[in-house]
Nanobody, 124 residues
């Protein structure tokens, strides 16, 4: 089992920045590739970004590419999502997830463990 807890969400104006954190406990954090997903009201959960077990490779949804940066610190068992130039359409509950699958995967069913989510609201 891997337990994941997100933090860092909040209310920010358009153009602003937020940094989300995902703290992991339980099994060895570095054994898992990690991802961020988000779910806006009335919409399905969607993929945001993914990072490999070592942190050496990342992959982003087109909607956030160039604005968001995913990273991880395996010594601290923590993953991050730096979000810059936020837009109102970025408003959603952001969740982190862990997977044993090595290749790039972007669907929710391919992730094994999930956090409870943190709300991000971007005002116009």
């Amino acid at each position: 089992q891997v337990q994941l807890v997100e933090s860092g969400g909040g209310l920010v104006q358009a153009g602003g920045s937020l940094r989300l954190s995902c703290a992991a406990s339980g099994r060895t954090f570095s054994n898992y590739a990690m991802g961020w997903f988000r779910q806006a009201p009335g919409k399905e959960r969607e993929f945001v970004a993914r990072i490999t077990r070592s942190g050496g490779s990342t992959y982003y949804a087109d909607s956030v590419k160039g604005r968001f940066t995913i990273s991880r610190d395996n010594a601290k068992n923590t993953m991050y999502l730096q979000m810059n130039n936020l837009k109102p359409e970025d408003t959603a509950v952001y969740s982190c997830a862990a997977t044993r699958i090595i290749r790039v995967v972007t669907t929710t069913r391919q992730y094994d463990y999930w956090g409870q989510g943190t709300q991000v609201t971007v005002s116009s």
